[in-house]
């Protein structure tokens, strides 16, 4: 494992000049289809991914190349902080900017985080007790998505760095919320919970990406492990524990799940085997059971660190894992954004490659 990681920290460093020849100034990454880099105003929800991933190859390589452009990428979504027109800011501003204040210790990116995470809070909603995702829509109310539970990290590192320490009530009491109304009986999540914002009724539970309501939409299970693995580190409350290796249980069980454990976009998709694989949720799914392996012991432990690994070895693989100066310039191949939406379909993804990145360097500092 020593000699893949670093081979692909190596591959990324070049791959990512590549990519970054590309990019236009005020614009970020998101995939490549038919020969053409696609990319995304700021706003997007995943503009942090791309400024978080050269942060991360550039503490592996130190790459001043690399460097110059993760700042450079800073510059341009800095405007972000004020931003509260849905949920995502944890995802735009903590993965850049934390990154970035983890590796070089600046007190100006530190600035950026907490004024980011008091915008996020303002989507609070007491009487759901929960942060709102995304504002009324056709369809829902006051929509809360599992992937909210990522966005807590940020709410609760500024409460531990200098932020309000009613960050921290909101990021717990959505945990919380997010526990009683999100999951099914095995530990499956829904997707969408709809809210009545002025009551906090369940008004109904939905999916928005997923195959049907009822189904395990992949990428959503990756986010509701990350996010309880990540709210049991920062509160140490053994609920989440128990929450996330419940969660844990539910994918690695899960007789869907293929034997190269990359996940098929819905666990519950009938086609399955014919059907598209979401290289995102691995990513994402691979970096969390690291994490939870750190909080576990025996052979839960032992299998959370032997899946992550296999994930990371099968991504680096050719079926999974693009060739110098292709692809886009992007890592990973075979991700599945909004499959019900025809959007996004077994194509390169920012956040794949993030997580991916991510999984590395966890494995790098904890288990090699
Ligand atoms: N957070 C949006 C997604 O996972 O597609």
Redo the contacts with the bound molecule.
């Keep these: 494992m020593s000699k893949l990681i670093q081979n692909e920290f190596e591959f990324a460093n070049q791959q990512y000049k590549y990519l970054m020849k590309t990019v236009p100034a005020d614009q970020m990454p998101q995939s490549y289809k038919n020969g053409k880099l696609i990319t995304k105003d700021i706003s997007w929800?995943c503009s942090g991914f791309y400024p978080g991933s050269l942060w991360m190859i550039f503490e592996q390589t130190k790459d001043p190349e690399i460097k110059k452009e993760a700042e450079q990428r800073l510059k341009i979504i800095e405007s972000n902080k004020t931003f509260t027109r849905d949920h995502?800011l944890g995802?735009m501003m903590f993965c850049s900017f934390g990154n970035a204040y983890r590796i070089t210790k600046n007190p100006e990116y530190k600035n950026v985080i907490l004024t980011s995470a008091e915008s996020l809070s303002t989507r609070f909603r007491p009487k759901m007790k929960a942060i709102l995702s995304w504002d009324k829509m056709a369809d829902f109310k006051g929509p809360v998505?599992i992937?909210n539970m990522?966005n807590l990290e940020m709410l609760m590192w500024a409460s531990q760095n200098g932020g309000s320490k009613k960050l921290k009530e909101v990021a717990v009491t959505h945990a919380n919320t997010t526990i009683r109304n999100h999951f099914r009986p095995d530990f499956s999540s829904y997707h969408v919970i709809d809210y009545d914002v002025n009551t906090g009724d369940v008004l109904s539970k939905k999916t928005f990406?997923g195959y049907a309501d009822s189904s395990a939409w992949a990428?959503?299970q990756g986010?509701a492990l990350y996010g309880y693995t990540m709210m049991y580190r920062m509160t140490k409350d053994r609920k989440y524990l128990q929450q996330a290796q419940n969660i844990a249980k539910f994918i690695l069980n899960n007789p869907a799940m293929p034997e190269d454990k990359i996940p098929y976009w819905d666990f519950n998709d009938p086609k399955i085997p014919d059907v598209p694989r979401d290289a995102?949720a691995a990513a994402i799914i691979a970096s969390a059971l690291l994490e939870l392996g750190q909080y576990s012991n025996g052979e839960e432990k032992s299998r959370y660190i032997l899946t992550a690994k296999q994930m990371i070895v099968n991504l680096s693989t050719e079926k999974y894992h693009a060739k110098l100066n292709e692809n886009g310039g992007f890592l990973l191949m075979h991700s599945t954004?909004?499959l019900p939406l025809n959007s996004e379909i077994d194509v390169p993804l920012i956040?794949a490659d993030y997580y991916f990145l991510e999984a590395l360097k966890r494995y790098k500092d904890w288990y090699l």
């Design positions: 929800w995502d995802f998505i992937d990522m990406q990428r959503g986010w995102s954004g909004g956040y």
